[in-house]
Nanobody, 129 residues
Framework: QAQLVESGGGLVQAGGSLRLSCASS????????MGWFRQAPGKAREFVAL????????SYADSVKARFIISRDNAKDTVYLQMNSLKPEDTAVYYC??????????????????????WGQGTQVTVSS
């Protein structure tokens, strides 16, 4: 399983931006589709964004579409989540996750945590109003 470490979380005012990074120690990083999930207190972990192994295909939750951008650099074994126009409801712990499943099998439905086999420890994002 891939070892994943997130960074880049913090406190930001509403309307601001943050960029999260997730570094993998997996030498075959390009074999993994990568996702971002988030979990607010008292709520279930929810899908945020997904990127294919090559980076050529992406998918987003409706709540973040047009505000967040997922990208990856396979040469650096890193996936990113650029978060713009942040809202207080974006406050959560953000997790990156890896799966060897293909992108198109995952997006047949809404991606769920069960689709992913490796997880990072999470990074806190707090958006103040």
């Amino acid at each position: 399983q891939a070892q994943l470490v997130e960074s880049g979380g913090g406190l930001v005012q509403a309307g601001g931006s943050l960029r999260l990074s997730c570094a993998s120690s997996e030498r075959t990083f390009s074999n993994y589709a990568m996702g971002w999930f988030r979990q607010a207190p008292g709520k279930a972990r929810e899908f945020v964004a997904l990127i294919s192994q090559s980076g050529g295909s992406t998918s987003y939750a409706d709540s973040v579409k047009a505000r967040f951008i997922i990208s990856r650099d396979n040469a650096k074994d890193t996936v990113y989540l650029q978060m713009n126009s942040l809202k207080p409801e974006d406050t959560a712990v953000y997790y990156c996750a890896a799966t060897t499943r293909t992108f198109y099998t995952i997006v047949l439905g809404t991606p769920t945590p069960n689709d992913f086999g490796s997880w990072g420890q999470g990074t806190q994002v707090t958006v103040s109003s």
